[in-house]
């Protein structure tokens, strides 16, 4: 496993005293044994829908395939407040909006903004 963007964006959050909710199907067991290793402040899931109970946000920093399609129903039941953050923006802004999430690409400008 390299040193992916996820174990940078996690070891920022926590440093700035986040709590973080993982789960990734395959990079897991790594993280918390070797990039990781003893950050309290991570608590690994058993899957992407566990990850997400009481959480602040949904945060998706890889690109497995089991992340595509999720049933955006079941995640806005799981979070506190319905919002992503979508670093791989594999997600379609208007269809997100339709589930009343904010919702924010990492990366991509809205109009608006390109504009300025």
């Known amino acids: 496993m390299r040193e992916s963007a996820a174990i940078t964006i996690i070891r920022m959050l926590t440093e700035l005293g986040a709590s973080i909710q993982a789960y990734d199907p395959k990079a897991m067991e790594e993280a918390e044994l070797c990039y990781l290793k003893g950050n309290d402040r991570v608590v690994y899931c058993e899957s ?8 602040d946000a949904l945060m998706l920093i890889t690109e497995w395939k089991e992340f595509r399609s999720p049933d955006f ?14 670093g791989r923006n594999q997600y379609n802004r208007r269809s997100v909006e339709k589930y009343g999430f904010e919702y924010y690409q990492i990366g991509v400008k809205t109009f608006v903004e390109a504009l300025a």
Do not use: M, N, S, W
């Open 48 to 55: 992407k829908y566990d990850a997400l109970k009481g959480a």
């Open 73 to 86: 129903y079941e995640i806005r039941e799981r979070l506190k407040t319905p919002v992503i953050f979508d």
